[in-house]
């Protein structure tokens, strides 16, 4: 069952839609595999969600989570008006990007970064989701299935015929989830020159 929304600029219409229940009796983000959700949930999960594009007026919540992200891959010096301002870039609507985010009443408690990509191989563009991030007192509650649903739907919505995401090796609780949602592991090795 897809739900309407209230919020402003939800996921609705042509890129995508809008999600209120996570997982249960009318789940609106199904897990690809209900047996995996189960197993990994222990159970089926009723954590009430909203998904919707990040607003110009919620930026300031969104940026304690940003921070969070970034430090949990290891950045040491957070730099808040460096990310205020790169960050904004991908507000709706914008040429370059989405920003996602997972509320819980008004609390932000999530948030996906889609950055618009291209694939030479398949001469097209794709979406690429670049962060995924759920605060540590929500996760296990189906918030990241939740937001990686959202970018799904925003990538079709695009025409893209794959929404794609990295993760760091030893990152394994992300991989669970990530395994869980049908998606598959690429084999190419990603390079980085520091300039």
């Known amino acids: 069952m897809i739900l309407t929304s209230g919020r402003p600029n939800s996921l609705d219409g042509a890129i995508g839609r809008y999600v209120?229940?996570?997982y249960g009796a009318q789940a609106a983000?199904?897990?690809?595999?209900?047996?995996?959700a189960r197993s990994?949930?222990?159970?089926?999960?009723s954590a009430e969600v909203d998904i919707a594009p990040v607003t110009a007026a919620e930026l300031e919540q969104l940026l304690p989570l940003i921070?969070?992200?970034?430090?949990?891959?290891?950045v040491e010096e957070i730099d808040e008006e460096r990310n205020?301002?790169?960050?904004?870039?991908?507000l709706a609507p914008s040429e370059i990007g989405m920003l996602i985010g997972a509320h819980q009443g008004d609390r932000l408690v999530g948030h996906a970064c889609l950055y618009w990509h291209f694939s030479s191989t398949l001469a097209t563009d794709t979406v690429l989701m670049n962060d995924l991030y759920v605060d540590e007192s929500?996760?296990?509650q189906g918030?990241?299935?939740?937001?990686i649903e959202a970018s799904?739907?925003?990538?079709?919505?695009?025409g893209a015929p794959h929404l794609e995401w990295a993760t760091e090796p030893d990152n394994l609780t992300a991989q669970r989830l990530y395994d869980s949602t049908g998606a598959e592991r690429s084999e190419w090795v990603e390079y980085e020159l520091g300039l």
């Open 29 to 36: 983000v199904p897990a690809r595999d209900s047996r995996l």
């Open 138 to 140: 929500v996760r296990g």
């Open 67 to 74: 921070a969070a992200y970034q430090r949990f891959y290891g």
């Open 152 to 158: 799904a739907a925003v990538a079709r919505g695009r």
């Open 143 to 147: 918030v990241g299935r939740a937001l």
């Open 20 to 22: 209120r229940v996570v």
């Open 84 to 90: 205020r301002t790169f960050f904004r870039r991908f």
């Open 40 to 45: 990994r949930y222990g159970g089926l999960v």
